[in-house]
């Protein structure tokens, strides 16, 4: 089960008492495994970190920044070692409920962790807003990797150099790795020097869990993710998807969602020409959907007007996936 169960079991499920274990001395002994925060600005690639770092989707992309919402986990299974990563929203100044809410979850991820990967994007000069979110994590006593991403980008890879003394700084990082969360590069190493960091301990969850987010919430995100990608300006901003109808049957998907906007000027963009830019919507989310859970999806949007709900907290406390299952 890929996704979060409705009724989770607590207990650590321990690799070292396994019979195979015992019985074969090649076995590795030691197992490791641990917490690590995915940490940076928005649209720096952290969520496109996590799902290269995991070969698998578990967390939408886009363009537009802040993206991601709501902290959540992805679970690595290596040989002798389970890393739960946590992607986190982009640091940032929140203006709204909403945003204070997005950097509670940032503030959240920097507790109780073994490790913080700090991503931040080589392609761009480094500013004042680079400096704050450093500042951050900086005096955090966990131990924490850079992460230049973006490299694929790079014409001239000279540049990493005075980047990487610019962020040694800022604050105390133990490598510096120049990575691309779009090609795979430098991952390896990532994940390397990740599980030399982490202690002995148990795996955490199960061998087919990818995360701890129920289905239902990732399938608002895939619906969310296509509106980000088809829309600009303040509507990506101004988008919540709840899920008001779920039937989950062995072939086929059906679910019922609604979109919230703020304005009936963004209802009308997402709307279209004739519903052209809801039908266009639906039809990317639905074919992603069944091709990552092989089987059919019926979906049926709504969108709907609910002024300033980001100042809300009826709907603010709505975000996330704590109140799913
Ligand atoms: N060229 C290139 N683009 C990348 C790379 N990693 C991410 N991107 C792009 O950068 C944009 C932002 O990626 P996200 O993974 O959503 O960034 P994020 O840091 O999670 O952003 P927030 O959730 O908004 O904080 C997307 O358009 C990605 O395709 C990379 O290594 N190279
Ligand atoms: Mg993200």
Known sequence: MPFEDPEPTTEPVTQSESTEQKISPEAPQRFVSGFVSILGRPNVGKSTLLNALLGTKVAIVSDKPQTTRTALQGILNLPGAQVIFMDTPGIHKPDTLMNQRMMKEVQAALEGRDLLLFVADATAP????????VALIRDVSTPKLLLLNKIDQLRNKAVL??????????????????????????????????VK???????????????????????????????????????????????????????????????????????????????????????????????????KVYLELFVKVRKDWREKPVYVNLLGWKHYG
């Open 161 to 194: 150099l005075p980047l990487i003394d610019r962020y040694r700084q800022m604050a105390d990082f133990e490598e510096y790795i120049p990575i691309s969360a779009l090609t795979g590069d430098g991952l390896d190493r990532v994940k390397q020097e990740i």
């Open 126 to 133: 480094v500013g004042i807003r680079d400096e704050e979110a």
């Open 197 to 295: 960091r982490l202690p002995e301990g148990p795996a955490y969850f199960p061998q087919d869990q990818l995360t701890d987010q129920p289905l239902p919430f990732f399938v608002s995100e895939i619906i969310r993710e296509k509106i980000l990608h088809a829309t600009r300006h303040e509507v990506p901003h101004a988008v919540m998807v709840q899920i008001d109808q779920w039937e989950d049957k062995p072939n086929l998907l059906r679910v019922a969602a609604s979109i919230y906007v703020e304005r009936e000027g963004q209802k009308a963009i997402l709307i279209g020409a004739k519903g052209s830019m809801l039908k266009r919507i639906g039809t990317e989310a639905r074919l992603e959907l069944e091709a990552l859970l092989g089987k």
